[in-house]
């Protein structure tokens, strides 16, 4: 087995750590600050390529690896401390790819050239105001009228409504058949007449929007369906694979960062006559956040290559296995990143709790996806129960059909 990056890999990875420094995190505080992500900024990734970079090249995209886009959000986790830039990326990069790979041919032909261009903005619609997980309960309905697709109902907390409803895009959107028998996974406009968007605020990730929005019999056409008329369930399951792959990735790279920092300041502050970093209380936190760290990333990258050998190859042979890694490296990374942040603060003192050091917005960040965005925490160990023990062991039924 060989640990190594390709060369093509390695400059890819250096290339992003120069965005990285020289353009994300110079513009970081003006992201938490503003809550919007600057246009230079965009206009930057867009020139990468960074904008839903696995989708193929003849939609826009890259057609780039699950390990290459793992790469990039976990540089990107490292440059915009606050995960607004890594949000905005890691949606594009795991639904676009889910478009790209379910979406009718007229469809990613309308679609994914503006998202890949960074025009249009690309998210996720599953949480509804009655729960987020509890997807057998789902109250958002959608219906067939002739060759067009009535969803009725409402969503929550999800990421760039007002960018989508500002710039163009929309969200592919899970619904409960109106007969309860399946589901539907559908891109929905976000200005698609009868949709209402309630713009809530969060305490981080200020520079990406976070919405309710309200679909009042929204018609869609047909053509909008992902997979199979009632059997999307399994279509947006599969979406949620890559996509918390590439959230993990990123909360490795804020770890890092923090880390990074806390290991610059340990050196140079001095506390009664020599380092800090010389006392072993803080060595040894120190020691296990890397050893962690360096566990963490690995197992992504494992992650993202069970997603090359398998998700992108269109094999669903070895679904147990990702389904279990992808479930562990989403429950782990946030935590890490959580409490390296917080670990890191503590070093620093009071300092630590300025906005001036900045650690505090990766601490804000970071917890976004710790209480549930892409799956809360208690979400992956279900998910883990269900595959170490079986569904028998799941303590509620599935969802029926779909």
């Not at 290339?15 to 900024?41: H, S, Y």
């Not at 028998?181 to 990730?205: C, D, I, S, W």
Request: glycine content about 12%.
């Amino acid at each position: 087995m060989d640990f190594r990056l390709s060369p093509e890999e390695e400059a890819f990875q250096s290339t992003l750590r120069r965005f990285g420094d020289e353009v994300l995190r110079k513009n970081e505080q003006e992201i938490d600050d503003t809550g919007t992500i600057p246009a230079k900024v965009l206009d930057e990734m867009a020139r990468l390529g960074l904008f839903a970079m696995p989708v193929p090249e003849e939609y826009g995209g890259m057609g780039a690896t699950a390990i290459q886009t793992e790469i990039a959000a976990e540089e990107i986790g490292r440059g915009d401390f606050s995960m607004a830039t890594a949000v905005y990326f890691l949606l594009e990069a795991g639904w676009g790819w889910i478009l790209a790979k379910h979406g009718t041919e007229e469809t990613k032909k309308e679609v994914l050239p503006p998202v890949c261009a960074g025009k249009h903005f690309l998210g996720i619609a599953t949480t509804e105001p009655g729960g987020g997980s509890d997807l057998a309960n789902m109250r958002t309905r959608s219906w067939r009228v002739g060759k067009e697709i009535v969803v009725d109902g409402e969503k929550t907390f999800l990421s760039g409504v007002m960018e989508a409803r500002e710039r163009g895009g929309g969200h592919v959107t899970l619904t409960r058949q109106k007969d309860g028998n399946g589901f539907n996974f559908l891109y929905v406009p976000a200005n698609a007449k009868g949709t209402t968007a309630h713009k809530l605020v969060n305490m981080g990730r200020m520079g990406i929007s976070t919405c309710m929005l309200h679909y009042d019999e929204v018609r869609a056409p047909e053509r909008y369906l992902l997979g199979k008329e009632g059997k999307g369930f399994g279509v947006a399951m599969q979406g949620f694979q890559v996509a918390r792959t590439f959230v993990a990735a990123a909360c490795v790279g804020a770890a890092e960062r923090a880390i990074e920092t806390g290991m610059a300041y340990i050196k140079e502050r001095q506390v009664f006559g020599q380092p800090l970093g010389k006392f072993e209380g803080i060595q040894f936190e120190l020691a296990d956040l890397w050893a962690q760290s360096e566990a963490v990333k690995w197992q992504v990258r494992r992650a993202a290559w069970l997603l090359d050998t398998y998700t992108f190859k269109g094999d669903s042979t070895h679904r147990s296995e990702i389904d279990r890694v992808v479930a562990s490296v989403k429950l782990t990374a946030p935590q890490l990143a959580f409490d390296a942040v917080k670990k890191v603060m503590m070093w620093f003192g009071a300092s630590g709790y300025t906005k001036e050091v900045g650690l505090e917005r990766g601490l804000r960040g970071v917890m976004s996806y710790m209480v549930g965005a892409e799956g809360g925490l208690n979400v992956m160990r279900m998910i883990l129960g269900r595959e170490l023990l079986g569904k028998e062991f799941l303590p509620y039924a599935p969802p029926a059909g779909g």
